[in-house]
């Protein structure tokens, strides 16, 4: 298969296929897909299926597979570029499932696309809906669950990974370890950089001034010291992301853009939508379970701001700033479209300050 992750820092908006998926409403799967799922799935699971769209708003295409009383979640990757990271992304869940953090079970990967011109995983199916449905109505205490997400987050920290960046799948399964494609963290850092910040100077979401100060903060002889040990990063994570109730995580699921990369990384992207009092109770599970390694907040200031000039982009790709996006699963309670380009430019310069300016966690 290809090795277009190698020049990628992140898919959804550095694919050479840019928001594939991303930008895809809610559409009927095209009939032709679905018969060649139906007979694959017939065949890999050894008895009829029932498939039907499940309406995931993900850059996958996802199905409900009902097979010999049992219901199953299946995602499809249906992109031009031929990739094949569901393979990583089920070595990523059995390797987390070892950990203890609760995960999907996988079933069945095909990313080969010689049976049919997709790729295609099946996993565990939850019952319910994700902890971000019952943040949205007011029913999540999240200052208490993100404890647990920290804990959990320091758990699978404890998966072996070698390299950095994207995960080399063919080196991966040969070696039976996690494996990023880059030999050093600065490699994969720097990817797309310029051009991301290029993209949210067009789109206003930063000055021209904010744009240099941001890229002088991120070059490496400013930005993080390099890392010579990386840890799993799940590189996405968000309510949206962890199934569960306003009782806690059931699991955490959609593990396709994880990377070998720094330990603060993923709480950094939980500050992407949420307060200092949510971080804190983060890190304060994350240290229940792992120390918080040394200089872990600049690390944590610059990851934030690295993740929010993806977000970002990702945004305005999207179309998410535009009125009609009102109301997006991603949104805060109530926001829409021109408020959600508020909110996001306002992370960015919080992320900003804090780095360059040193501050503390309370002024998230």
Not at 202 to 220: D, F, I, P, Q, V
């Amino acid at each position: 298969m290809n090795a277009s992750r190698a020049s990628i820092y992140y898919w959804k908006c550095d694919r050479p296929a840019a928001f594939h998926g991303v930008v895809r409403s809610r559409e009927t799967a095209a009939a032709g897909l679905l018969l060649q799922l139906t007979a694959l799935l017939t065949e890999a699971l050894d008895g009829p299926v029932t498939i039907t769209p499940a309406g995931g708003q993900g850059n996958h295409r996802t199905f409900l597979v009902d097979h010999a009383g049992e219901r199953i979640f299946a995602r499809v990757e249906d992109g031009p570029e031929g990739d094949d990271n569901l393979n990583v992304e089920s070595q990523i869940l059995i390797e987390v499932g070892r950990t203890g953090v609760p995960v999907p079970r996988v079933i069945f990967t095909d990313a080969s696309r010689t049976r049919v011109p997709f790729a295609v995983q099946l996993i565990e199916y939850f019952e319910g809906s994700d902890l971000n449905s019952a943040y949205q109505k007011g029913e999540l205490a999240l200052v208490k669950v993100a404890a647990e997400i920290g804990r959990n987050i320091a758990r699978w920290q404890k998966v072996p990974v070698c390299g950095f960046g994207p995960f080399d799948g063919a080196r991966s399964r040969v070696s039976g370890q996690l494996t990023g494609y880059h030999n050093s963290y600065e490699t994969y850092f720097q990817l797309h950089l310029d051009r991301h910040l290029g993209v949210l100077t067009a789109n206003g979401l930063l000055s021209e001034s904010e744009s240099k100060h941001t890229r002088l903060l991120l070059r490496m002889e400013k930005g993080p010291s390099p890392i010579q040990n990386a840890v799993l990063v799940h590189k996405d994570l968000a309510l949206w992301n962890i199934m569960g109730t306003a009782k806690g995580v059931r699991a955490f699921i959609d593990w396709d853009d994880a990377i070998a990369g720094d330990p603060m990384d993923d709480l950094s992207l939980l500050a992407c939508f949420y307060s200092w009092e949510v971080i804190q109770s983060a890190f304060d599970g994350y240290a229940s379970e792992r120390p918080l390694p040394d200089g872990h907040l600049h690390h944590f200031w610059i990851h934030l701001l690295r993740n929010m000039i993806v977000k970002a982009v990702i945004r305005c790709g999207a179309g998410y700033f535009t009125n009609r996006a009102n109301g997006a699963f991603l949104m805060g309670p109530g926001q829409d479209g021109p408020a959600f380009k508020i909110f996001t430019r306002e992370k960015l310069l919080s992320a900003l300050h804090g780095l360059s300016e040193a501050r503390a966690l309370t002024d998230l």
